[in-house]
């Protein structure tokens, strides 16, 4: 078949750094291609190429055979190539309405005309399957996953559809989400319209892909179509090389308690969490998003509130009044949301690792003196950071070195509990692998280790126990040989699990409860 | 034993902050010096700048090294010691305004009472002489003013949550018109000889005032390069949650900053009525746009974490010799004002396409 959008030989520098070298990739209607590839691998750059952000050093860029010589976006986008970015671009405060046809608001005389935009974007939402959602709808008050249906609705509106291109749409989501999202991919590959699909989610690619485009370090590694790939083919595609065991060896002993929390209660009424773990074992804990799981870590690390319950440290008891209660009992919590909930962006590599640590090192209220900073190096240079230098900017590293620095941030604070929420959130494939084996070293050395991962097959290649939550209760524990499905059912609460739900499951199987959290 | 993932070394691009005007590019490639982190880091060769010296508040220094040089070659008076002595005691009580607005803005927020509190603290100073209260109460209990009305900005912002440009607002009406009511709007004369002689003096020939003001400086300096508090107040300003997270007791940094702010306006106070010999009830009005205009000259942001209490001092001494040239080159004061305005501008500007740079080369 005919390709709609053809780039040939694409390349991109900037300053000295070769974001792109000679890519091609070819676009067509009907079939999704996948973007595969690990951060900095130029996927972001191409994408802004295509979309006319970017304007490309060398290389031809065709739409229907019709050469394109001076992309700007707004050209791009009459030209019918649209796209949907993980950062959503709707505008919170407004309404869906408006937000559907921002910079195009059907209008008389500079007045809106409310009856027309009313039922363009009834018409609009109909086509995505939110017939549900009122038009006049304040844009924050819908789910994520609701916003992205609305952002592929607006992109829709748009009055020549050729090309979209989805940028990690599902990073935001959960599984029953994104499974509803790439229904919907689905149905506009029926309408002929040509995808590009970018995802850290390598099964995704498996279930939506016609075709991948593999890129790495800027040029193309291969291409062909998926069915050509298992997963095992495509990240040796990707990091160049094979990768054996992304996981380290679960054989740990747990030791002594390390961390004990009884008859937790974030909430009055809200039901009692006991958990514990051992100093040397990596404690997995799944569920639902808004089972209540990031919030559980937040209480037990003093940042939000609870109503009732003991927490003890290696055997003493300590009361959750805040963070530096915690940090100084010996627990660390690297949060979900680096960059709202754990980087000072503005504050160099070093100042972000030893911020939890200048109190414990200063003498009356000096900083620190040399010796922390060392150490604060030796722990960079032994979870391998990679930067310049460790006085540039925190925000100048990517989300897996980033992600170094704020364990190396607690590690300086000498912890005897670690919690990790979502450790690998937005972070590439060679990256995961690095930090899943620090956090094996870290269990080795006998650190009690908690993960929260939404990703499953991550929490079952961690952890040797895990602790399912549904509906902020413990709904059962597995033990680290269960399976996707024994988690699933646990999480969600349908029939099949071994261990039978403590009580009546509250929520429809595969429909989301209410997010609690962030 | 799993595998270790590695990756080949990449080249990184990073950017080295310079003065506005230098010649030489901005972009300097690092190529990875630590391959195995089992070797010793190579010493990395590279060229010492003026901003690795000054920092942020290098531009400033620059203008303020070119504005001196232009008015000495311009005007014979310019450096004369009569002329840089009332320079320095028209700066000197600016420049600790703008050392404290200074702190609250490292925290990403704003403190727009100074000017009226400085005008509250001085007239109340003033009246408690003329009542016969002796001069060390007086000065106290003035700064004493100061500092209170600034922890109830920051209990404001802290604990009722209002935002700081409001919280500050609210607190700039409040003093003045306490000021206004108490002395009838009317001018306090009368305060003692001695009194005036703490902002009129000299040490060695050098005006008291300048000496207070450096050493205000030099304190800041000390506390937000070398002390846990000081690095608190930079964490605030970047991302207060995190900050939290990290164990930083936010709200007390946060009230602690409008509090010295306070303080240093009540200390303004107090010398400018020691220096004019009166409590005047409208003095002070506007001082906090110049005060927040000084830092931004020097290098500050409005969005928290950059500055320095040098570049704040810097940005005042900037906005002083400006005036102060403009009277000896019989220059309109009205041409001062727009001048003053491009150069928070160009500031700005400059600090942008930095910003701006770094994002695109980053990307």
């Known amino acids: 078949m005919e390709p709609v959008v053809e780039l040939r030989d694409v390349s991109k520098a900037f300053g000295p750094v070769q974001a792109l070298s000679n890519v ?27 979309t006319g952000a970017l304007r490309r050093d060398s290389g031809t860029y065709e739409i229907d055979g019709q050469p394109v010589t001076t992309p700007t976006p707004a050209h791009m986008r009459t030209a019918g190539i649209q796209a949907v970015y993980q950062e959503l671009s709707l505008l919170p405060h407004l309404s869906v309405e408006e937000n559907l046809f921002m910079g195009r608001l059907p209008a008389r005389k500079g007045i809106i005309a409310r009856t027309r935009l009313r039922s363009h974007a009834r018409k609009a939402l109909d086509e995505v399957g939110l017939t549900d959602i009122s038009p006049a709808t304040i844009v924050e008050r819908l789910p994520a996953a609701t916003r992205q249906l609305v952002e592929i609705a607006k992109v829709l509106t748009a009055d020549s559809v050729k090309v979209i291109v989805f940028d990690e749409p599902t990073t935001a989501l959960t599984e029953a989400e994104s499974e509803r999202l790439l229904q919907h991919i689905r149905r506009l590959r029926e309408r002929d319209i040509a995808m590009l699909y970018v995802t850290h989610r390598l099964e995704e690619m498996f279930e939506i892909g016609d075709w991948v485009t593999v890129l790495r370090d800027g040029g193309l590694s291969e291409e062909g179509p998926i069915s050509n790939y298992d997963e095992d083919r495509l990240i040796t595609a990707m990091v160049g090389r094979e990768i054996s065991s992304l996981y380290p060896e679960t054989h740990r002993h747990a030791g002594t308690p390390a961390l004990r929390v009884r008859g937790l209660r974030r909430f009055e009424n809200s039901p009692a969490i006991d958990l514990h773990v051992g100093s040397g074992e990596i404690l997995g804990i799944g569920g639902l998003l808004g089972s209540g799981r990031s919030g559980l870590l937040l209480s037990i690390f003093g940042a939000s509130p609870i109503v009732a ?15 530096r209660t915690m940090m100084s009992a010996g627990v660390g919590l690297l949060t979900e949301d680096r960059k709202v909930l754990g980087l000072l962006p503005q504050l160099s590599i070093r100042e972000n690792v030893t911020i939890a640590s200048l109190r414990a090192g200063s003498r009356r209220g000096l900083l620190p003196g040399r010796e922390q900073v060392e150490e604060a190096d030796r722990l960079l240079d032994s979870l391998r950071l990679r930067a310049g230098s460790y006085a540039q900017p925190v925000s100048t590293l990517s989300g897996g070195n980033q992600q170094k620095v704020l364990l190396a941030r607690w590690l300086l604070t000498k912890p005897k509990v670690l919690m990790f929420d979502e450790p690998t959130k937005g972070i590439d494939v060679g990256a995961k692998g690095e930090l899943y084996t620090i956090i094996g070293d870290l269990a080795a050395k006998g650190l009690g280790i908690i993960v929260v991962s939404s990703y499953l097959p991550e929490l079952l290649g961690l952890a040797d126990r895990i602790l399912v939550l549904r509906d902020g209760a413990v709904a059962g524990e597995l033990p680290g040989s269960a399976t996707e499905e024994d988690v699933l059912h646990l999480a969600s609460g349908t029939a099949g699990a071994e261990t039978p739900p403590t009580r009546e499951p509250t929520v429809a199987p595969g429909v989301t409860p209410p997010t609690q959290e962030e | 034993m799993p595998k270790l993932i590695w990756r080949e070394p990449i080249e990184t691009t990073t950017i080295v902050n310079r003065p506005p005007g230098g010649a030489e590019p901005g972009l300097a490639t690092v190529p990875k010096a630590r391959e195995a982190p089992e070797q010793p880091a190579e010493p990395r060769r590279r060229v010492v700048t003026l901003g690795d010296i000054a920092g942020r508040e290098s531009g400033g220094l620059v203008v303020l090294l070119v504005a001196v040089g232009a008015l000495t070659l311009a005007s014979d008076e310019f450096l004369t010691a009569n002329n840089l002595a009332n320079l320095a005691r028209q700066v000197a009580i600016f420049g600790i305004i703008a050392v404290g607005e200074l702190l609250v803005i490292l925290t990403a927020g704003i403190d727009l009472s100074v000017g009226s509190v400085l005008g509250l603290t001085g007239a109340t100073t003033a009246q408690l002489l003329v009542a016969g209260m002796p001069i060390l109460p007086s000065i106290l209990l003035g700064v004493g003013i100061g500092t209170a009305l600034g922890i109830v900005n920051g209990l404001l912002v802290t604990r009722a949550l209002l935002p700081p440009f409001i919280a500050t607002l609210g607190m700039l009406g409040i003093a003045r018109g306490m000021v206004l009511l108490s002395t009838d709007a009317q001018t306090i004369q009368g305060v003692p000889e001695s009194f005036q002689a703490i902002a009129n003096g000299t040490v060695l ?52 900053v409008y509090m010295i702010s306070g303080m240093l306006a009540g200390l303004g106070g107090v010398l400018l009525a020691s220096r004019l010999g009166a409590g005047i009830p409208t003095a002070g009005t506007g001082f906090e746009l110049s005060a927040i205009a000084a830092c931004v000259i020097g290098g500050a942001s409005l969005f928290g974490a950059k500055g320095s209490a040098i570049g704040a001092f810097t940005g005042a001494l900037i906005m002083g010799v400006l005036n102060n040239g403009g009277n000896l080159l019989a220059i309109n004061a009205f041409y001062l004002q727009i001048a003053i305005g ?3 501008l160009v500031a700005v500007g400059f600090d942008q396409l930095n910003t701006r740079r770094s994002a695109t080369s980053g990307g």
């Open chain 1, 309 to 323: 319950g003991e927490v003890e440290v290696a055997g003493k008891s300590v009361k959750p009044s805040g963070p």
């Open chain 1, 24 to 50: 091609s990739l070819r676009l067509v209607p009907g079939q999704v291609n996948c973007l595969a590839g690990e951060n900095g691998a130029g996927k972001s750059t191409l994408i802004r190429v295509l």
């Open chain 2, 342 to 344: 491009v150069l928070i």
């Open chain 2, 205 to 256: 020939g050098i005006p008291n005032l300048l000496i207070i003001a450096l050493a205000v400086t030099a304190v800041m300096w000390f506390v937000l390069t070398r002390t846990v508090f000081g690095r608190y107040i930079y964490a605030v300003g970047s991302n207060p949650e995190s900050a939290r997270l990290a164990g930083v007791p936010v709200r007390l940094v946060t009230v602690s």
